[in-house]
């Protein structure tokens, strides 16, 4: 991670080192051409729109003085001669004050052959010119002296433009290249002191990003090698910038839940080897016993046998049915039905119990109620919600069912008076096996499983549910579905 920081930030300071290079020193010279020419075309606009008025000669002076430009302006007098109009000599070695004759009909040719602008580069001739004062003498001594290697050029810039009262003149301008070689030499130093100074620079970056982006990052890779071999205190610790903090916080919130996965999973083999051991010896034991003793071939005997093979039963098909809604294969069939009819049609189911054990059930409604849903699946919601309310119910036995309009839902709340559930355990309370207690008891009814079914079909329904309980109080769990608009006239308690 550090050497490919390193590289990367060496290639991009590379990229702009190599930018620098072409724009500041490469093409220094081209582009202060280019801001020259431009610059004397922007003389050349002032100075026509003054021509042939009588501020012509105070703009002359003011552009030669502000772009240190010598200036000519010549007036048509007739056929191919013309008289200067305006003039500023601010150069020591101006070319276009020391024209002759033939010089001055040459530009005017090339300017006619150019559709009335011409523009050359020249080169200048050092001796040119005349000192304005001893000032003047001693740096153009000195500019020769330092730029007697290189060349100086001048531009030449003419133009023919034609007054408003038709009269044709002539603009000359001069202006001189400066020599840009000491500039370019002075660039290349600093280049190369810029170009150690980013490399350096780019270095120490690394350095230091290395630190706080590639060293959590590889105690993290430690710590998750740690966590795939099922040590779940493993602890990703994220410092540095924001992003690898939060990376942290999500990984250990993640290894705590793996955690609690796996002692669910461990829980429910337990728990499922228990529920499948105990009514296969009860079977194995009756039937030994059927066969070695005939008196004890009854048919109570036969019905425990029974029972347990129900059981049994019910058990393979929980599972069964959990792994389907886990998987999402099992898909809900929607039909309109009466909610009502199908809690009474479940709680038909429990009269055997009733008798049996003294176990207390009631329904209370006002009205029926009709819903659009899978009413099997419904119905096994129900069911399961029930036989866990009998599992739980407490001393008093008492399992209450109840029918409330919320709106446009109907909600329906089982109740029982058990020993409730702690708020730490109620978020777990619809995993597989999940117990709220730590002793594993067989169910009075049904295999267990039946709170995480509820779950997934519920979830499959898109509907609401939840639980309300508090540890010595019992438990309601309730769901709700959208009411359909037919509703039977119809209230009482049953």
Not at 57 to 80: G, H, L, P, Q
Not at 281 to 288: D, F, Q, V
Not at 327 to 347: C, H, I, Q
């Amino acid at each position: 991670m550090q050497w490919k920081l390193l590289a990367f930030l060496i290639a991009f300071v590379a990229f702009m080192l190599a930018v620098i290079w072409i724009f500041q020193i490469q093409m220094l010279g081209s582009f202060y051409r280019n801001a020259k020419y431009r610059e004397l075309e922007t003389i050349s606009g002032i100075l026509e729109r003054c021509l042939d008025t009588d501020s012509l000669a105070e703009a002359v002076e003011s552009c030669s003085i502000e772009y240190d430009t010598c200036i000519r302006i010549f007036k048509k007098a007739e056929e191919n001669v013309f008289v200067e109009a305006a003039s500023a000599d601010v150069a020591t070695n101006c070319t276009v004050h020391h024209l002759k004759e033939e010089e001055l009909k040459y530009y005017y040719r090339q300017t006619l052959l150019g559709d009335g602008s011409y523009t050359e580069n020249k080169e200048m001739d050092h001796h040119i010119g005349k000192f304005w004062s001893e000032e003047d003498a001693y740096t153009t001594k000195l500019f020769e002296v330092l730029d007697r290697e290189d060349k100086v050029y001048g531009i030449i810039h003419s133009r023919l433009v034609t007054a408003e009262n038709g009269i044709q003149y002539m603009v000359m301008l001069n202006s001189v290249l400066t020599p840009v070689s000491a500039t370019v030499k002075t660039l290349r130093t600093q280049f190369v002191w810029i170009s150690i100074v980013l490399l350096a620079g780019a270095s120490l970056l690394a350095f230091f990003m290395s630190r706080n982006i590639s060293r959590p990052l590889t105690a993290m890779n430690r710590s998750a090698k740690h966590l795939a071999l099922g040590h779940y205190d493993a602890d990703f610790k994220g410092y540095g910038c924001r992003e690898i903090r939060e990376l942290g916080d999500s990984l250990n919130y993640a290894a705590q839940e793996l955690s609690k996965v796996d002692y669910l999973q461990r829980e429910l083999i337990a728990n499922v080897s228990h529920d499948l051991r105990t009514p296969l010896t009860m079977i194995r034991g009756y039937s030994e016993m059927m066969r070695d003793i005939p008196t004890e071939n009854t048919p109570e005997n036969m019905q425990v046998l029974i029972d347990e093979t129900a059981y049994l039963s019910n058990l393979v098909t929980d599972l069964l049915d959990l792994s389907k809604l886990r998987a999402g294969s099992r898909e809900p069939s929607y039909e309109s039905f009466d909610l009502t009819e199908t809690v009474k049609e479940v709680m038909a189911r429990y009269d055997r119990l009733i008798r049996a054990e003294g176990y207390v059930m009631d329904f209370a409604y006002e009205e029926n109620v009709a819903v659009c849903a899978d009413r099997l699946m419904i119905l096994q919601v129900i069911y399961n919600l029930i036989n866990n309310a009998i599992n739980y119910a407490g001393e008093d036995k008492t399992v209450h069912v109840l029918q409330s309009l919320n709106g446009d839902a109907v909600r329906i709340s089982v109740v029982d008076n058990g020993e409730g559930i702690a708020p730490d355990d109620i978020r777990l309370i619809w995993d597989r096996y999940c117990r709220v207690d730590s002793v594993h008891k067989r169910t009075v009814v049904g295999s267990g499983l039946g709170l995480s079914i509820v779950k997934g079909i519920l979830e499959l329904h898109r509907a609401h549910y939840g639980v309300e309980s508090a540890k010595g109080h019992g438990s309601t769990f309730w769901f709700e579905l959208a009411v359909k608009n037919e509703k039977k006239e119809e209230s009482h308690e049953e």
